[in-house]
């Protein structure tokens, strides 16, 4: 049974749940029909921290953050969370005793034993990258005054190319948003410990944007994470022939990524309700083929994913007023979620058991589940977790003991030793796939 503390929080969280999705349930035709649509919601927040471009003091953890908004036509919204590149920059190749990698939590160093860090575990020294230069920065982009790669860092030992998490907050489908604070916080820890660049996805929320709008932002992003590559690669094609880099294309390459990020080892990570649109866009990114390439999708991460179906499981008939997301809410979101007249627990955005869902399931990457103990809906993940692994898919479930729906991303428990276990939990699992090739982990 959680704190005492916890259980008041879970009683005024569904109190402002079912208020918030009650208001939305009222009838508001014109709100509805915005095909821009809305991916976040003022109201249900605290104030959002802002993005931080820098490795300034402002951000202690040593992760810089962005805020981009890819298609002028919706609201979908991204955040890029980068870890310091020139974290090991001045750090020389380690002896032979300190190459052995090792998955388990360590202290932070002492004073003048950075090459001992923890993160260093996640970087590979002894790996060639030989990245071209980017453009040198305009007048504007001086002015801009956040992380900026640059001709003379393309050349350093601190151009690493990084894994690509792709991450979806939860709420219901209803709230939440990327950049708000608990959602900023988690990423922050998940760039930081996996030593990889997050995207934080704000998809369309309902009513406004009902079913399949979130699950199309979803695949969308892999396509822009793709077309960036691209474009950068042609950039570095074009400046090899000594003609320059080709002024639109540059124009629309985002520095970040295209300097840092390796869409070859991408990861989708989805967080109760994200959890949802990262199996579709696991499963769409199946079907699409080399159509993503450079992207790969290399393994996926569903926390307490938001399943259901329409025959109750023992979890659901046993939790179903547990903590925070009881079955009720859950119910009206899913309600606000699907189009109308095609509610259905059984729908192939609910249910991931449905028969004629999607291709085959021999064919999903790699699959982490993380479940908690009084979740009603974790017999459902656990199952789908099941029926991976009967088709030898890696599918490993992680249960926490006396751990509620979204207890390691949820603002009120993002501090607890739980909510830490299982971040780092899920980075030493997520390193077995975004690893280079002959630093692979054993978990």
């Known amino acids: ?31 509805t029909a915005a095909p821009f649509g809305v991916s976040s919601r003022p109201a249900d927040q605290r104030p959002s921290p802002p993005s931080n471009p820098s490795f300034s003091p402002a951000s202690p953890d040593g992760v810089a953050t962005k805020d981009l908004h890819p ?12 870890p310091n590149p020139n974290h090991h920059a001045a750090a020389t190749s380690p002896a ?27 970087s590979f020294h002894a790996v060639g990258v030989s990245p071209a230069p980017t453009p040198a920065p305009s007048a504007a982009l001086r002015d801009y005054g956040g992380y900026l790669p640059t001709a003379s860092a393309a050349r350093s030992a601190a151009r690493r190319r990084l894994p690509v998490i792709v991450q979806f907050h939860g709420g219901a489908f209803v709230t939440g948003a990327a950049d708000s604070a608990a959602n900023d916080a988690f990423c922050r820890r998940v ?21 399949p709008e979130a699950f199309e932002d979803g695949v969308a992003v892999l396509r822009w994470i793709a077309k960036q590559a691209n474009l950068a690669a042609c950039g570095r094609t074009m400046m090899g022939k000594g003609t320059g880099a080709d002024s639109f294309g540059a124009s629309m390459v985002e520095p970040w990524l295209a300097a840092h990020a390796d869409p070859s080892r991408c990861v989708l990570l989805g967080v109760s309700c994200g959890a949802n649109i990262a199996d579709y866009v696991a499963r769409k990114a199946v079907e699409a083929g080399k159509l993503l390439d450079p992207v790969r999708v290399v393994a996926q991460v569903l926390m307490y994913p938001f399943f259901m179906g329409s025959a ?18 859950c119910l009206l979101a899913w309600k606000l979620f699907l189009p109308e007249g095609e509610f259905s627990l059984d729908h192939p955005a609910a249910n991931p058991l449905v028969p004629g869902r999607g291709p085959p399931l021999k064919l999903m990457p ?12 974790k017999d459902r993940a656990i199952a789908y977790s099941e029926e991976l692994r009967k088709v ?27 909510a830490q276990a299982c971040a780092e939990d899920i980075a030493i699992w997520i390193k077995k ?11």
């Open 1 to 31: 049974m959680p704190p005492v503390a916890v259980q008041l929080h879970s009683l005024l969280f569904k109190l402002l749940l079912r208020r918030r999705l009650s208001s939305l349930s009222a009838p508001a035709p014109a709100s």
């Open 71 to 82: 298609d002028p036509l919706s609201s979908l919204h991204l955040r890029l969370f980068l």
């Open 96 to 122: 032979p005793h300190s190459l052995r990698r090792n998955s388990f939590p360590q202290r932070d160093p002492a004073p003048g034993q950075d090459h001992l860090s923890r993160r260093a575990s996640a």
């Open 191 to 211: 760039a930081r410990l996996c030593d990889a660049i997050v995207v934080a996805v704000g998809y369309r929320l309902a009513p406004e944007s009902r079913y």
């Open 312 to 329: 109750p499981t023992r979890s659901e008939l046993k939790l179903a007023n547990s903590y925070f997301y009881d079955k009720a809410s």
């Open 366 to 377: 790699p699959t982490l589940t993380v479940v908690a103990e009084l979740d009603w809906m």
């Open 392 to 418: 030898n898919v890696d599918a490993p479930v992680l249960e926490y003991k006396d751990a509620v729906h979204e207890f390691a991303t949820l603002d009120v428990l993002l501090k607890t030793p739980q």
């Open 433 to 443: 796939y975004i690893s280079l090739r002959g630093h692979e982990l054993s978990y």
